[in-house]
């Protein structure tokens, strides 16, 4: 694949990556409930013994985390729904030459 068509593929994946819900909603499950539980209390014991600077730092920590996962997020998901498309093409292509035959 070319430079320009692997960017125009990158375009289309981000704008589909843009509607996907995945962002606007996180897993409801009971696990994903009690680590997020976790992670809010340990971070609230942590902001207990900090300065205000220290809190700022902290933040800044997690902040940089987020988009961190964010990104990866997005990069899993692109890759996973690339792979989908190539597994429906190749299934497909099979599929045709069975036909045939």
């Known amino acids: 694949m070319g430079s320009q068509e692997e960017r125009k593929s990158t375009m289309i994946l981000d ?5 996907s819900l995945a962002e606007m909603a996180p897993p409801r499950t009971d ?13 609230d014991t942590l902001k ?11 933040e800044a ?11 990866e997020a997005a990069e899993q998901f692109k890759l996973a ?3 989908g498309i190539q597994l429906e093409r190749e299934t497909r292509e099979a599929s045709q030459k069975f036909d045939y035959e």
């Not at 704008?15 to 509607?19: L, V």
């Not at 900090?50 to 809190?55: D, G, I």
């Not at 920590?61 to 990104?71: A, I, M, T, Y």
């Open 48 to 58: 207990q013994g900090l300065t205000s600077e220290q809190k700022e730092q902290l």
């Open 15 to 19: 704008a589909i990556y843009e509607f």
């Open 61 to 71: 920590v997690l902040s940089s985390k987020n988009v961190l996962v964010s990104l």
């Open 81 to 83: 729904f690339s792979a």
């Open 31 to 43: 696990e994903y409930e009690e680590a997020l539980s976790r992670f809010r209390q340990a971070v």
